[in-house]
Each structure stands twice: as structure tokens, then as C-alpha cells.
Nanobody
Framework: QVQLVESGGGLVQAGGSLRLSCAAS????????MGWYRQAPGKQRELVATITSGGGPNYAISVKGRFTISRDYAKNTVYLQMNSLKPEDTAVYYCNYNGPSGYWGQGTQVTVSS
């Protein structure tokens, strides 16, 4: 069973930065995607960024150029560096392995104040 543990959320002012981390409890297949989704109040969960060993990173248009996803395959960990944060980035951010039908973390709150 894969367990994903997130850390790094919090409260930040607009324009600030945060770095999220997600560590898996077991070794993962590098070819399978690992990434981040988010869900704001009253909205559906949406993809933020994913990364695989074969295809590289993939970003939502809304975060491209501001967020950077990276993955340490030896540590089974994925990171999300979030810069130039905006109030509309406020959401619960979920770590994911192997797509929407795969495994999920418990979520970490990111709040961006204006």
C-alpha cells in the first residue's frame, strides 16, 4: 500500500513563495506520474503539475512559469516550488501517484492573502 505524506503548506502573502513536499512510504515506479492537484472551496479538484521519468513535467496553464515540480526518484519524493503566489492559488493541495485512480495524500492547506 502506498502512503503519501505531504508537508510545507501554510499562509503566505500574495507574491510570496512556498515549497510543498510529498514523500511516499514505498519505492515507486519512476515511469508512473507523481504530482500535485488542488481543490479550492466550492470547486472541483484540478491538476496542478505532474512529472514522470519518461515525459518530464506537465503544468496547468494557470501555474506555468510560477510553479516548478521536481522529483527525487531515489527518495520517492516530489516537490512543488510555488513562486509569485496569488490569492486564487488558495486551496488544499493533494499529492498524487499514478493518476486520479491511484494514490492520494491527505492534503495540505495553502492560503494566499491579498
Amino acid at each position: 500500500q502506498v502512503q503519501l505524506v505531504e508537508s510545507g503548506g501554510g499562509l503566505v502573502q500574495a507574491g510570496g513563495s512556498l515549497r510543498l513536499s510529498c514523500a511516499a512510504s514505498v519505492s515507486l515506479f519512476p515511469i508512473n506520474a507523481m504530482g500535485w492537484y488542488r481543490q479550492a472551496p466550492g470547486k472541483q479538484r484540478e491538476l496542478v503539475a505532474t512529472i514522470t521519468s519518461g515525459g518530464g513535467p506537465n503544468y496547468a496553464i494557470s501555474v506555468k512559469g510560477r510553479f516548478t515540480i521536481s522529483r527525487d526518484y531515489a527518495k520517492n519524493t516530489v516537490y512543488l516550488q510555488m513562486n509569485s503566489l496569488k490569492p486564487e492559488d488558495t486551496a488544499v493541495y493533494y499529492c498524487n501517484y499514478n493518476g486520479p485512480s491511484g494514490y492520494w495524500g491527505q492534503g495540505t492547506q495553502v492560503t494566499v492573502s491579498s
